[in-house]
């Protein structure tokens, strides 16, 4: 039997639906679920509590994600805390800075299941 | 002075000039000719008078000396003389008496004694006995008698025995004198002939009555100062001619001669008036005078004629060459009416032909002008108003002209920027990296073509503002490049409109996504049944609102496409790609719902390799894509089995790839509409209520973005779709990362 590794994912998301199914859903994969509501709380919560990946929304007050994503990418790089940006924002010009700001993989929340997702959290942290 | 006045001043001079000269020569020749004729006329008269006057003298004294030497005579008065008796009185007078009666002339005849007492007189004047006695006979005097007429006295000496005894006097008329003094033949009208002589004053007493004075015997003096009048010369013994600056005892001038009888010391004068000898020469100068004004006349006549007549188009040629000189051609050619057969008339002619000439010329030229200013104005009407700013400049990129909007768009004014370099840092342009200018100025100066591009401006009050431009470059006929002509356009607005639509479509998209998503995971969840175990109705009807729920998130996702491949925003990223491999990845794709249809989806290969081309690889595979899933979904649901062929080859100087079905075809009525967004066939709709209406536009944009083209062929039978693509690969574009 593979040892299911259990991992801490922080959401980053400002939409309380969306952060209820991500964080149910990754719980039933039993894995750890650390919601955060905006960017400053994300930043806040890495510090208390170390995640294994970041899901990152970009729209979100207070603090946008790629604000965010900056700031996660002065301390941690992408080996120690890699970033999957989720969001429904698809302009080809935060995809093209998203990834260069240092995240991994880019993905547009309504073309995906959730699935789908969880699949690609695995590929990223395996 | 002009040429007419010329020409007839000299006709006059030339005859008047011959003529006056030959007058004046003709006149003073004339005049001297009289002049000696009349002269020597006076000086032959003269001599004649005087020679006439010695022959009357000597006949007088030959009278007294007859009477003197009478022997009778001479014996009584000797006789008397011893012895003076009454009787030898009375003889001797009867003696004498016969004298004076056969003597018509003799007025009085006296004999006188040795004492000078009268013994015998007989006559009627008298005179009283003389004091001087001269030994001969001579003529005492002329002198008046009582009644006022003159008389000779002529005295003779009666001599016996060489002693005087005694002395005859005879008073006489003077009759012979007067005739020789009244003798004008010769003399003309104003002729006459003077005979005086000196009285006590010295003064010219006159002898005889004279022709225009019958009274002047013994009464008319002259004055001996009158050194003017010839008299007075005459008198003093000059015997000489006078030719000018004489007047006679009127005061009239005169031509005379003077000679001298010395005897009697009488002064004869011959003379004539000036006036009657010139006379002839007067009339001569009046003919003269008539001839030289009448030939004047004529003259004038004539020549003004003949002048007028030479100058008359000499006058005309030379009006019309100053109208020609100020440019009124018309009046040029207008002012000449007249060509003379002569080399004037000539000149006439040419000159009217070539002012013809020069009227047509400028009026081609001027119609040419005009209708090139008017091109010019519409040009100039045309680049002034147009909405975009045109700039015009030299091939160092000065600037020559701008048109209105420059200021509208940059707030420089035309003559702010005029002569200045155009693009610099000073004026509204120098904000773009120098790659961007080299690579401006290497296609419009080195490349000599037309340079599109987007740049950021500045306006003169530093806002910065977006531009579409275009700089041409204009060529003479030698290919060098003589003017830059750029249009800005100031897309500051279409770009912020663009941005906004931008923003309004990403925040559109993602507020419309989010619920999209929420419901999607949400659903899934349930109906995966991690929620717990459903039934097959509650599967189902969650089914539904999954597939429903998709259909949205594809609509969001078309439009959001859509909205970008119409903003021009979406990235055509060539890269070499297998066109083979690429097909055969989409198919694969398409293999699950080629199954669901029951389809037969077949890839027929070229026949010969063709190599890799540049090209988006998504964006066509999504055409591909949308191609081939339209043929499977629009596959017939009874009758011949489904088959979609997929044909790729190549035909220079492109690619051309084919999708071919025999679904339910295209209705011919609704073919034109096909490309169109959101267009869907109404047959299409029946066999697939599915279906945005987006994928062909989006397939027709990528197409054409990439450089190809996109065409269909459709019947009952089937479609048929076909697209092309240059084998040199599709033109590379900046937007956003492909498609969603």
Redesign the interface.
Known sequence: MAKKKSYKILVVEDEPALQQTLGDKIKREGWEYIPSLNGEEGLRTIKKSQPDLIILDLLMPKMSGLEMLKEVRKIYDKQDLPVIILTNYSEGQNVSEAIALGADIFLVKANYSLEEIIEKIREVLD | MKLFTQLVTLFIGLTLIPLIFVGLLTYANTKGVITDQIMAQLVSIADIKKNQMNQVIDAYLADVEELALRNYLRLNLEEYNQNPTIELASSIEANIFDSLISSPEIVSIAIKDSKGKTVASVGDDYVEPLVNTKQSPAIENIFMNSQGIPRVLLRSPIIVNNSTIGSVEVVSKIDPFRIIAGDYSGLGQSGEVLIAKKNEAGDALFLTPIRFDQGAALKRIVKKDRTDVPSTHAVSGEEAFFLSGMVDYRGVPVLAVTRFIDRQGWGIVVKIDRDEVFQPLTSILLTFIVIITTTLLAVVLVAVFVARAITKPISQLSQAAGKLSQGNFTAAIEIISYYPSNEIGVMAKAFTKMASQLKELYRNLEAKVKERTHDLEKFELAVDSAYDQIVITNPDGLILHANKSIERITGFKLKEVLGRKVGSRELWGGQMGPDFYKKLWKTIKIDKKTFSGELINHRKNGDNYNVLVRISPVLDDKNRVVYFVGIERDITKEKEVDKMK?EFV??A??QL??P???I???V??VY?G?LGKLNKNQKDYLKQILESNERM?RL??DL?NVS?LESG?V?VEPVLTDLVELIGTVVNECGILAKAKNCQLNFIKPKSKISKIKIDPVLIAQVINNLVSNSLKYSKSSGEKCSVVIDLSKKDPNVIISVKDNGIGIPSGLQNRVFDKFFRADNAIKSETEGTGLGLYISKMVVEASGGKIWFESSEDGTTFTFTLPLSGSPARK????L?
């Open positions: 931008t990403s925040v998209s993602h996504r989010t999209l998503t929420a999607r995971w949400y899934e969840e995966n991690e998130i969001v996702n959001l970008r925003r990235t937007g956003e990362k492909g969603s």
